[in-house]
Each structure stands twice: as structure tokens, then as C-alpha cells.
């Protein structure tokens, strides 16, 4: 083999798919442990309601992703839901508070008091934290504390996380930098704005839109399996155990079998990836695992009388003490996700905060999820369709330590040539994450060059 590749889910079937591109005629194989590729990723259709299990959907605004859409058709099938027409709402004071898209109509709607939003100029004025803040030090310090329950609305939607236990250099290492570069984060800001000008790319860009699939998002897995032969370059059910390196290059052990090649690419979640790492490392890592935020779906589906608000859902911050840590109006967003005439919600329940919710039985979430709604939305009646969805898988949270972890796994990389680190949590969480890592990865084995780190970049925040 001239690839091993350690986990089929979307990191790995992405350096698969960008090999197969790049280097025609390469040997590889995929060892992935469950009977299904795709990992993280499962889509759940019953009853004419289509539920992700997963994740939902990712933004059209990377490069990467867009090219592997084109590259396997999947541009043809898919479907958008752009930000600049579906709202979201953030959860304050018991009822539901319309989000605008846009930076310049944040600033302008009344979320925040004129004297708060003083304040957050104030930021112009405040020296870098040292150390490694947490997101919520780093935000009262700089902006103040009126943006903490938009700011926790952000990171429970994307990390089902705690803003008090998130690293500002783990989950924003691009904000941080910007903001040890230039003083301040608007004025680092406005010096890039300026520069994109000059440079002639100054345009406004339009807000991304989110993507899924008519099948839902496992429709990406399956699309990538697809040009993968079972036994051949896939197997499944095949659990690696152990790795190391020998003369030519690695050797891996899965199922009392053992494979070779010259480089080995770990796609694994972080936590799996350590449990293999530290029988290579002469070095220990700096923390044995990362927390794990868990999350369950409580789908619901209405028929005549029920509504939704128009947008894509709502988040709520912990301050608000609601059961759920919001919703998706899943049938406003993409077509064909429930039958004609009803509508589909998606809550979600547990995370960093409440892992003890995952604990009640399915009648007891549907009952308090039900509660918790219909308080904020016009919901009629009992649901046509209720089902809960525990995905096994967790969201790995960037807290204390994260950095010198990632710092720890460049060095490993960097003492152990054709060994590539990547995958859910190596930096990042998302979709685009993995997508950008993998095409990354599959350049430098085509480059035969080392593994190699992103330089940390300011990304837009969507609510
Ligand atoms: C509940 C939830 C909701 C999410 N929502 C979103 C969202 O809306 N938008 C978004 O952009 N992202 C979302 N994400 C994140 C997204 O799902 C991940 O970024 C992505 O799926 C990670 O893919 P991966 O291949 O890196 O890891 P995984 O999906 O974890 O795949 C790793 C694979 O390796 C296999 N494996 C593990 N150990 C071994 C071993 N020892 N030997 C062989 N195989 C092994 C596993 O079975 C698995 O198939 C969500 C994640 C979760 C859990």
C-alpha cells in the first residue's frame, strides 16, 4: 500500500476521494471499525420525516468543500438555504429574538443597550489577554458582558459547548492572533478590510448558505464511498488495535490482520487518535483526552394547525434555564423534510452543560422537550411524529490545555515522516474543517512533503 488510512468517516473518505484525484493509480486502504462508513455523519428518514442524527448541514463558503461537490456531482443534488433569507433567534427573556445576518444590522438592532454598545467600541482600548482565556473571559474583557448570551447562543449551536470552559486559542485561533497582531480585534479588523481594497478584493461577499442533500447529509458519505472497492481499498469491521512504524514505513494491526504502507493517515475522532498515539510517541501528550459535549435529538413533526416562525431555529444561552439548547425548524429549511402539509422540528438536548439529560428515557425528553417549545412557538396539538436520537458520537470541546495538544501532535508529525494527524477536533469541528484538513493532507502525500498545520484565519460567525 501506498496509504493507510485509519477511519471511514468524512475525513477519511475525503483523502480517499482526493488521492484517487491527485495520484492516479495509488494503493490505498481505508480500515474503518463499524459495519457503515461515514462516521459521525447519519441521516434518519421514517415516516416521510427526514432527521439528521449528525450533523445538519455546512456553509458554502469553503473553497475545499465546494471543489469536492463539483469533483463528485454532488453540486448537481444539493440543497442551500441561504443565511441572508432564513433568520435564527437567540432565546432571551423567555421569547424568541430575531438575529439579523448582516455585521452592520447586528450593530444597528437594539439586542444590546446604546451604553453596552459603547462599550464594545471600548475594545479598541483593551491590551491582549494573556495566558489562555477562556471564550467568556476573553469576551467580557474585551466587548464587556453584554455579548455573553449571544456569544454562548454561538457556541452551543456549533460546540454544544460551555463558554466558560472553551479556549479563545482553541476554538478562534485566528481572532486571537488578529487581535495579539493589531492590539484589537475591529482594529485588526478594519486594517484587513482596508488591505482587501487596496488589493482590489474589497467586494462585499454575500452571507454563505447552508448546504444539505435531498437524502440528507449521509448522502455526502455514501457519494464518497462510492468509487471505493469493498475489500479492495474499504474495509469495514475492521478495528485498528495498534500501530508502528518499522523500516519502510507502517505497519498497523486490525482484526489479527496486519497492512503496511509507506504512509499512515489517522482520520479519527481526537480521543480515538490519542488511544493509538501514544504507543508511537516518545513523548507523552500534554492531556490523555478531551472532553466530549453529547447531544440528542428530539424530532417532533406537526400537522395542520402548527407553525413555525420563518428562519432557520433558535438557540438558547444557559442563563435562559431552558431544557433545550434550541431547535431547527428543519421543514422551513430544506424541502422534503416532512410530509405535505406538516412541519419538522429538530431539538436539541444535552451538551457540555446538562450531560445528565442524556440519562432520561425517551417518553420523559419527548414530554419536556414538548414543554419547553411550546412556550416559545405556535405549536397545536399533540405531534404526529415524535422520535429520539442518541448519536454515539461526541463533539470534542477545544478547552484548557487544547493548544499545547495540538502543538504536541505538529511535533509528533514533524519526528515521524508520512505519519498524518487529522480528524474530528484536530483543528476544528466542522464539516469544512475536515474537508479542508483532508484536501490538505492528500496534497502533501501527493507533494511528499510533511504534515503540515493551517495558519489560524479569522472565519465568519453565524449564529
Ligand atoms: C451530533 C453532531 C452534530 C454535528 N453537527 C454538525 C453540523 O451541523 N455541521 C458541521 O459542519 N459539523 C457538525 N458536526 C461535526 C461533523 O459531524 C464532523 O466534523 C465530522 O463528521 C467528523 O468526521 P471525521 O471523519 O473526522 O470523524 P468521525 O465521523 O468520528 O469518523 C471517524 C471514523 O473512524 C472510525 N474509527 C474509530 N476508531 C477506529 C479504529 N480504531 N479503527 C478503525 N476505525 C476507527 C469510526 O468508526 C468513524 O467511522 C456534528 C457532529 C456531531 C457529533
Redesign the pocket.
Known sequence: MDTLI????????TVAHKLQQLCPGHQLLI????AR?????ASHAENGFMV???????LDNCSESQELLQETGLDQERLTAPLSRFVRYVCIKGSLLCIPQSPAKIIMAPLISPLEKLRVLGELFKKPLPGEPTVAQWVEHRFGPALLPYVDAVFTGTY?GDLNRLVMDGVMPGVRRLEKTHGSVIRGLLAKMKEARKSGKGKIKELPAMTSFPGGMVRLADRLAESLQAGQNLLTG????AIRRNESGWEVE?GGEKHTANNLVM???IN?SL??LRSIAPTPPPQQNVPEAR?LTVALGFGAGSSLPPGFGYLAPEQEGRFCLGALFSSNMFSGRAPQGHILLEALVGGRRHPERLDLDDATLIRQTLDDLRALLPLKGEPVFARVLR?N???PQLEAGYPALLNWRDQLMEEQPGLFI???GWEG??????IKSATRVAESIRDNAGASREEAKVKGVYF
Open positions: 485509519i477511519g471511514g468517516g468524512l475525513s477519511g473518505l480500515l474503518e471499525k463499524s462508513t461515514g462516521g459521525a455523519i439528521e442524527n449528525g450533523p445538519h448541514g455546512f454544544a475492521s478495528s485498528v488495535s486490525a482520520a479519527l475522532s480515538e488511544a493509538l447531544i448519536s458520537w461526541g463533539i487529522h480528524g474530528f469541528i466542522g464539516i469544512n474543517d475536515m
